[in-house]
């Protein structure tokens, strides 16, 4: 998953794709989220992306794996306590949603491997309305 901004804060867009262990691509999205600074982008897409996950007839107590370029959002979730209080609403859905998984695993990617979920995410800046398939 990916969120991006033009500016700080911006309009904004998140993106992700969902695929299985196989690597098959199950579901993509492509959401236009507002005026945002890109942290808050990215953590909206996390939401999604889990949100996504729990709604996709995945069995409960599977390992998800969410992968993010943003070191920042991804040095949140492994260390809650240098979380912004600002964002709790974001970190309490995610919170909510971790439920229905066994585990999550949050991992860092470089930019260079996140290009598609960029672009989804980009797509979704210029979007009026929100695009899942």
């Not at 804060?9 to 507002?34: K, Q, T």
């Amino acid at each position: 998953m990916d969120g991006s901004s033009l500016g700080k804060p911006g309009p904004s867009g998140i993106g992700g794709m969902l695929r299985n262990h196989h690597g098959h691509l199950l579901d993509m999205f492509s959401v236009p989220v507002g005026i945002l600074d890109s942290n808050i982008a990215e953590l909206r897409a996390i939401v999604k992306a889990i949100g996504l996950s729990t709604s996709n007839c995945l069995l409960h107590h599977q390992h998800l794996i969410i992968e993010s370029d943003s070191a920042n959002v991804i040095s949140w979730m492994h260390k809650p306590h240098n979380r912004p209080w600002k964002h709790h609403n974001f970190f309490s859905s995610v919170n909510r949603l971790n439920v229905y998984f066994g585990l999550i695993t949050y991992s860092h990617i470089f930019h260079e491997s996140n290009c598609m979920t960029n672009c989804m995410a980009k797509q979704g800046m210029r979007r009026s309305s929100e695009f899942v398939a």
